[in-house]
Nanobody, 129 residues
Framework: QVQLVESGGGLVQAGDSRRLSCAASGGTFSSAPYTMGWFRQAPGKEREFVAA????????DYADSVKGRFTIAVDDRKTTVWLQMNMLKPEDTAVYYC????????????????????WGQGTQVTVSS
């Protein structure tokens, strides 16, 4: 059973940076192709795509709202996915979720929440102005 555990959320000021981590376990992450994604959900809004990566980091995609500010990356052991968030804005305030799907990375599939079978519990990021 795949388990995803996010960490790194908190309260930050506009313009600050924050790095979220997603620890993955329980699956064949070292050998099978996976797509990993970050999504977020603000109060009263639908869950939206933030970033996604192939499990080897060779392919990535970002929402237009975070391009140039956020970076998604995986570690060499393929057990952790990070989301480096720079130049944070109040509109980035949301619960951030890590997601995984045991398929090779393709677009636009990787941007769709419904394509992911596994989800973490979420971590809150609050950006004050």
């Amino acid at each position: 059973q795949v388990q995803l555990v996010e960490s790194g959320g908190g309260l930050v000021q506009a313009g600050d940076s924050r790095r979220l981590s997603c620890a993955a376990s329980g699956g064949t992450f070292s050998s099978a192709p996976y797509t990993m994604g970050w999504f977020r959900q603000a109060p009263g809004k639908e869950r939206e795509f933030v970033a996604a990566t192939s499990w080897n980091g060779a392919a990535t995609d970002y929402a237009d709202s975070v391009k140039g500010r956020f970076t998604i990356a995986v570690d060499d052991r393929k057990t952790t996915v990070w989301l480096q968030m720079n130049m944070l804005k109040p509109e980035d305030t949301a619960v951030y979720y890590c997601a995984a799907e045991q398929v090779a990375f393709t677009l636009p599939r990787a941007t769709r929440a419904g394509a992911y079978a596994y989800w973490g519990q979420g971590t809150q990021v609050t950006v004050s102005s």
